[in-house]
């Protein structure tokens, strides 16, 4: 996959990422409750990788090809989403 982020923002219940594709995807901060939860500034400290978004304060990693399908949070168990 050759698609990458470029930006990201964030709202009161989603983060909308702008892919380099042109694509902006919105995507819920409940599928991720680690996102949820942080404050604003935890959010800020976000490092693009070339698969994805890791926040190394909030040891969170999201790649884009698992957001383009559907996938929330995968580290619980029997949890879906989409």
């Not at 995507?27 to 070339?50: D, G, H, I, K, R």
């Not at 926040?55 to 029997?78: F, M």
Request: hydrophobic fraction near 40%; include cysteine.
């Amino acid at each position: 996959m050759n698609i990458s982020p470029k930006s990201i923002r964030f709202d009161e219940n989603s983060f909308w990422l702008e892919l380099t594709d042109g694509r902006v995807i919105g995507v819920p901060l409940a599928w991720f409750p680690c996102l949820f939860n942080a404050t604003a500034e935890q959010l800020a400290e976000y490092e693009f990788s070339p698969h994805g978004i890791h926040w190394d304060n909030l040891n969170e990693d999201i790649s884009i090809a698992g957001l383009l399908v559907g996938q929330g949070d995968q580290t619980k168990p029997g949890k879906d989403v989409a």
